[in-house]
């Protein structure tokens, strides 16, 4: 069993930066593909990015491309989202998520285990 548990959202101006962290503990971090996904009230949670299990393969949502970065250190069983210039568009609660030697899924449903999310809210 994987558990998972989001750091560092916030407040911040548009045109700002944020760094986002998840911290797996419970399983074996790096045979784990790791995904963040983004959920605003009312809507349907969204792919945002995700890294394979071995870090060779990154996949972006189109709305966030060239604007975030992911990555992780399996040393510190963490993966990480770098979010630059960031929009008003990007306020959501940000989630973390892992998969067993995943390679690039998007759909939220292939993710087994979740995090509790961290609030992110760009000011316009």
């Known amino acids: 069993q994987v558990q998972l548990v989001e750091s560092g959202g916030g407040l911040v101006q548009a045109g700002g930066s944020l760094r986002l962290s998840c911290a797996a503990s419970?399983?074996?971090?790096?045979?784990?593909?790791m995904g963040w996904f983004r959920q605003v009230p009312g809507k349907e949670r969204e792919f945002v990015a995700t890294i394979s299990w071995s870090g060779a393969l990154l996949v972006y949502a189109d709305s966030v491309k060239g604007r975030f970065t992911i990555s992780r250190d399996n040393a510190k069983n963490t993966v990480y989202l770098q979010m630059n210039s960031l929009r008003p568009e990007d306020t959501a609660v940000y989630y973390c998520?892992?998969?067993?030697?995943?390679?690039?899924?998007?759909?939220?449903?292939?993710?087994?285990?979740w995090g509790q999310g961290t609030q992110v809210t760009v000011s316009s």
């Open positions: 419970g399983g074996t971090f790096r045979q784990y593909a």
């Open positions: 998520a892992a998969k067993a030697y995943g390679l690039g899924e998007r759909r939220g449903a292939e993710y087994p285990y």
